[in-house]
């Protein structure tokens, strides 16, 4: 048995990755540009002002840090921001613009995170249980149809998210979004998370 290859997938709605992406829309953060803003939740003016240089890249290193924590280790220790209960938190020094660029939009951005998650698992447990796991094992089981031997171990982490256009896309080494609609279309997203699959396995 131990040489069996072990795959260990999950799925979640995550408050802070949802607090991260709520504050990159608020703030008018660009980065990553491919992914998509997220539904219900305003949308900046065209002629708005984009967020500085210096408070991008302060978002991109918490983002890394939040979606892949163990892969991204900050060098100072970090400080929890106020009003963002024990999601938030930042490098003690370097972070400093960031800071104070997220603070008015905490009620907002949690609001909005608390109830995007409430909905994913209220989609969750209206299915049964092993529904989740059916669509991640059917996809292994094709891709190892079609390459003629056993996957591979690997790790993968699932946003599932409430984003503006269906699809799926990196946002980490193992960790990747899709659409909370794609993911309730069992064909449509089996034949999305194959590629993901076929790349770590």
Do not use: C
Request: no cysteine; charged share 25%.
């Amino acid at each position: 048995m131990a040489d069996k290859p072990q795959w260990l997938i999950r799925e979640d709605a995550s408050v802070p990755v949802l607090v991260a992406l709520a504050l990159r829309q608020l703030l008018g953060i660009r980065a990553p540009e491919d992914l998509p803003t997220l539904r219900e939740l305003p949308v900046r003016a065209p002629d708005a002002v984009d967020a500085s240089p210096a408070i991008e890249a302060q978002w991109r290193d918490y983002w890394d840090m939040t979606v892949e924590p163990r892969a991204h280790h900050s060098g100072v220790p970090l400080e929890l921001i106020d009003g963002f209960e024990t999601l938030v938190a930042l490098p003690a020094t370097g972070a400093d613009e960031l800071a104070a660029a997220i603070r008015p939009h905490a009620a907002t951005a949690l609001r909005f995170a608390h109830a995007a998650h409430d909905r994913y698992v209220g989609a969750m447990t209206s299915h049964t249980g092993g529904d989740a796991y059916r669509a991640y094992a059917s996809a292994i089981a094709e891709f190892e149809r079609e390459i003629g031997r056993r996957a591979h171990s690997f790790e993968l982490n699932v946003q599932v998210l409430p984003l503006s256009q269906r699809g799926i896309w990196w946002i980490g080494a193992l960790s990747v979004a899709v659409t909370d609609g794609l993911r309730r279309d069992v064909v449509a997203f089996d034949a999305a998370i194959r590629p993901v699959i076929a790349e770590l396995a």
